[in-house]
């Protein structure tokens, strides 16, 4: 079992940074390829930025392609999501999530683990 707890959420102006933070906790949890999808108002949940266990392959959505980053610590037991230039379409819950592979996937019913969620609001 992987424990995961996400943080960093907030409310922000359009065109501002935020930065949100995954801790993970669990026997092996530093195994796990890690990912973070979003869920908007009235929307299905979509896939954000992956990152393999290594750190040195990710992967990102269109919608946040030159804007976001995904990265993992030394330890690999915290994930983060760096986002510049936010939008208001960016608004939503975002999950952090583990898979049981090395590997960057990007698809939802391939994630084994989910945290909590944390919402990010961007103001027009």
């Known amino acids: 079992q992987v424990q995961l707890v996400e943080s960093g959420g907030g409310l922000v102006q359009a065109g501002g940074s935020l930065r949100l933070s995954c801790a993970a906790s669990?026997?092996?949890?530093?195994?796990?390829?890690m990912g973070w999808f979003r869920e908007a108002p009235g929307k299905e949940r979509e896939f954000v930025a992956a990152?393999?266990?290594?750190?040195?392959?990710?992967y990102y959505a269109d919608s946040v392609k030159g804007r976001f980053t995904i990265s993992r610590d030394g330890t690999k037991n915290k994930m983060y999501l760096q986002m510049n230039r936010l939008k208001p379409d960016d608004t939503a819950v975002y999950y952090c999530?583990?898979?049981?592979?090395?590997?960057?996937?990007?698809?939802?019913?391939?994630?084994?683990?989910w945290g909590q969620g944390t919402q990010v609001t961007v103001s027009s």
């Open positions: 669990g026997r092996t949890a530093s195994s796990y390829g």
């Open positions: 999530a583990a898979q049981s592979t090395f590997k960057v996937v990007t698809t939802t019913y391939q994630y084994d683990y």
């Open positions: 990152i393999s266990w290594s750190g040195d392959s990710t």
